[in-house]
């Protein structure tokens, strides 16, 4: 409920602080107090639109803080969680408007969008009244209360898992109808595109791997002819390590006869035949290591090519063309089985609407009977509230054909003002204190079922008095045992039924300056106030008597 409302030059006022109880409240004052400028600061609060004329004269903006006391699991509380806000505690909603006509919005202290704003306080405060354009507008809001009133929801609820359910399969149906169809179209295509990559093979890092194969052998390629011709130089007809290797002996045989001359190049000759063996058997392994044939870098090459050009053909890296290969064979299965798929999808796709559609059926015949009953019980209201001749209808209809997540259904809410004439939407065809006394009717039937937790009623009994004003309190005061009722009222009837009374009236400032003040009235300010408003400027004795016992008997 409305725990708080703080106003900060907003109009007619510059300062205001008003503490709210649950149960029933009314505000009260002469005409042009002010009242109008509660509700629009409250407006303001909870969404409403933004005007720069809402600045008090002088100021450089505005201010309007309402602060709520929910349960935990209200609904309003879910969706700030869902948008990152905090929800702990009290939900306090600021709003600032400027004089130059920008407004900010704040929900516990975190900036906020005004459309966030606007949606936590639809599911807050519902405000009702003449020329009523804020409640009731949105024909699907009349559904809700429908599923609400008669305990639907989670029929609701269940159907929009049905409903999703369903139109998965039909996706799916038509997902694979398409995919068959481009498949079928590409067929021929497909075909040569598997058969061909299927030869081809491709395998993952092969290019790379045959890239290096042939940068490799073309290098040893280069140096080969070099390797043999100094390999045949050592080792073929011509070499010079026979000759040498024979010169060798004969000059270690000479030594013994002149050891001094011949040690040292016997030695030295010895290492050389030694280094030439070494330089042999080296080259002789290198060019078996460069030994290769030809033809294999051919196939290296041809290989290498005919994968890039593969790629360039398919428009993809070497290293997917195996991929490609197997997503072409699984379209090509695809189609070559794809009746039975697409068989089995539109059997699951036909269960499945036929599943929702039992509960779609269910859930309007419920809806039919929820319908009739508010029918009912708002129509045993309407005669005390001088609407006896008139009708409430809620106007529904059904298209099986016409699916939807909450059903097949369209509700609206229908009037009859008068008998012979023809029933219309509610928000058109009633007057503007027809309309109040409609919604009142409607609420009090609704009890506190698809309500906001505080409703406000601005002036519904203006153009009423006596009995009719009488039922008017007696029904705001029923509706605010299960809601916080707030409501501006003319009506003295209305005013002794309240659990909590505020007076507004205008008071001078400062010279030449007025503001609007409110403030709680006690009981005998209380029994003042509906006297006046029982007689007038003038307050007769018989006044406040019969003030006195309009109280007495609310409250008896």
Do not use: W
Not at 56 to 68: K, L, M, P, W
Not at 114 to 139: C, F, K, N, S, Y
Not at 445 to 458: C, E, I, M, R, Y
Request: charged share 30%.
């Amino acid at each position: 409920m409305l725990v708080t409302l703080s106003i900060r030059d907003i109009v007619l006022i510059d300062r205001l602080d008003l503490d709210f109880a649950a149960g029933m409240s009314v505000l009260t004052g002469e005409t042009g107090a002010g009242k109008s400028i509660l509700l629009d600061a409250l407006s303001l609060a909870i969404g409403g639109r933004g005007d720069a004329d809402l600045v008090r004269h002088g100021e450089a903006q505005g201010q309007v803080t309402a602060v709520f006391d929910v349960p935990g699991n209200h609904a309003v509380r879910a969706l700030l969680r869902e948008n990152d806000v905090d929800d702990d505690g009290d939900l306090i909603l600021r709003r600032i408007q400027t004089s130059d006509g920008r407004t900010r919005a704040f929900i516990n202290d975190q900036p906020v969008s005004v459309g966030l704003m606007r949606q936590a306080g639809t599911l807050l405060v519902e405000i009702h009244g003449q020329h009523d354009d804020r409640a009731l507008v949105d024909p699907d809001s009349h559904r809700l209360l429908i599923d609400s009133f008669g305990g639907l929801t989670g029929d609701v609820e269940a159907l929009g898992e049905a409903y999703k359910a369903f139109r998965a399969a039909e996706k799916a149906v038509r997902d694979h109808e398409a995919r068959i169809e481009t498949a079928r179209q590409e067929a021929d295509y497909l075909k040569s595109a598997v058969s061909e990559l299927t030869a081809l093979a491709p395998q993952s890092g092969e290019e790379d791997e045959l890239a290096a194969r042939r940068t490799a052998m073309m290098q040893v390629e280069k140096i080969a002819g070099d390797l043999n011709e100094a390999y045949e130089t050592l080792n073929g007809t011509s070499s010079p390590i026979p000759e040498l290797a024979s010169l060798l002996r004969r000059m270690e045989r000479k030594t013994e006869q002149a050891p001094a001359l011949l040690t040292g190049p016997v030695t030295a000759l010895a290492n050389a035949l030694d280094n030439l063996e070494e330089a042999r058997s080296g080259l002789e392994a290198a060019v078996r290591e460069t030994d290769f044939d030809p033809r294999e870098l051919e196939a290296a090459e041809e290989r290498l090519f005919a994968l890039r050009a593969a790629s360039r053909k398919f428009a993809v890296p070497v290293d997917e063309l195996a991929a490609l290969c197997a997503r072409m064979s699984e379209d090509l299965a695809d189609l070559d089985a794809g009746e039975d798929k697409l068989a089995a999808l539109k059997a699951t796709a036909v269960k499945t609407r036929e599943a929702y559609d039992k509960k779609a059926s269910a859930l309007s015949k419920a809806r039919e009977k929820a319908a009739r009953q508010l029918e009912k019980a708002v129509g045993q209201e309407l005669p005390a509230l001088k609407l006896e001749r008139a009708r409430f209808i809620v106007e529904m209809t059904s298209d099986p054909e016409n699916r939807s997540r909450t059903g097949i259904d369209q509700l609206e809410f229908y009037v009859q003002t008068n008998p012979g004439t023809k029933p219309g939407p509610m928000m058109k065809v009633a007057s503007g204190g027809e309309l109040s006394r409609f919604l009142l009717a409607l609420k009090v039937s609704l009890a506190d079922k698809g309500s906001a937790p505080t409703l406000v009623f601005d002036e519904i009994d203006t153009g009423v008095g006596g009995a009719v004003a009488e039922a008017i309190g007696v029904r705001l005061a029923r509706l605010a045992a299960n809601v916080q009722v707030l409501t501006v009222t003319h009506a003295p009837q209305v005013a002794a039924r309240a659990a909590g009374h505020f007076l507004i009236a205008k008071e001078e400032a400062h010279p030449e300056r007025v503001a609007t003040r409110v403030r709680r009235i006690d009981e005998d300010h209380r029994r003042e106030e509906i006297a006046r408003m029982l007689a007038g400027s003038v307050i007769t004795e018989e006044a406040r008597a019969a003030a006195g016992k309009l109280i007495t008997e609310a409250t008896g």
